[in-house]
């Protein structure tokens, strides 16, 4: 396997909204269909939305993730033997509905597509390259850069969030580049076992070809 470089991104967190945006989708779709509003379908984009918000505002070590795990299973339970299922019975009596029509998924829609589409163009213009002899920052259109020499750069690789992890293999790396003067820190590259392993055989090849010298 050969790397001769290694091309890290670092996205905005808006990209872990991926599942509401899949949802709205879904409600546009099947609200165009029934002309009607749908509670279970209201219920469910509000679960989404919520659980979204929950992964982007909080982070969550595997240690805290776990404890999260059993808190929330046993506060579902609660809240379904004696809220839900008591809060579903009133509520299909009286025909409650939160009245999210079809142009209210389309408006979603629209919003978090715009907003998705400015995170990857951000990272398109903006990113770094790690090759055999630098480290290269690409910033802007017209491609203002910042250069390091890679052969004392360091890295460490972090998994803050384990929500973030399980949605896109998402987490964190740190460069120490000039002896570690400096500290350039991408705090949410995707696939990062990908780009890590891509980065070990890089610098090892390096490594090699220094010792050689």
Do not use: C
Request: proline letters at 3%.
């Amino acid at each position: 396997m050969k790397e001769n470089k290694v091309i890290l991104r670092d996205y905005s967190k808006v990209i872990f909204m991926y599942p509401t945006l899949i949802i709205s989708i879904i409600g546009w779709i099947i609200q165009a269909m029934l002309h009607i509003p749908l509670l279970v379908l209201e219920v469910l984009w509000v679960i989404m939305f919520f659980s979204n918000l929950f992964v982007v505002a909080f982070d969550f070590n595997p240690t805290q993730f776990i404890i999260l795990m059993f808190v929330g299973l046993f506060l579902g339970a609660v809240i379904w033997f004696f809220i839900l299922v008591p809060l579903e019975t009133w509520i299909m009596s009286k025909s409650i509905s939160f009245g999210f029509t079809v142009h209210f998924y389309i408006l979603m829609t629209a919003i978090l597509f715009f907003m998705f589409i400015i995170a990857i163009l951000k990272v398109m213009f903006n990113y770094y390259i790690i090759e055999r002899n630098e480290l290269y920052h690409r910033i802007g259109i017209f491609a203002r850069s910042e250069r390091y020499a890679i052969s004392n750069v360091s890295f460490d690789k972090d998994i803050p969030d384990i929500f973030e992890f399980l949605l896109f293999g998402a987490g964190s790396i740190t460069f120490y580049p000039e002896g570690g003067r400096r500290l350039i820190k991408l705090n949410t590259v995707v696939r990062i076992n990908k780009k890590e392993e891509k980065l070990n055989i890089l610098l090892s090849k390096i490594l090699v070809e220094a010792n050689k010298d």
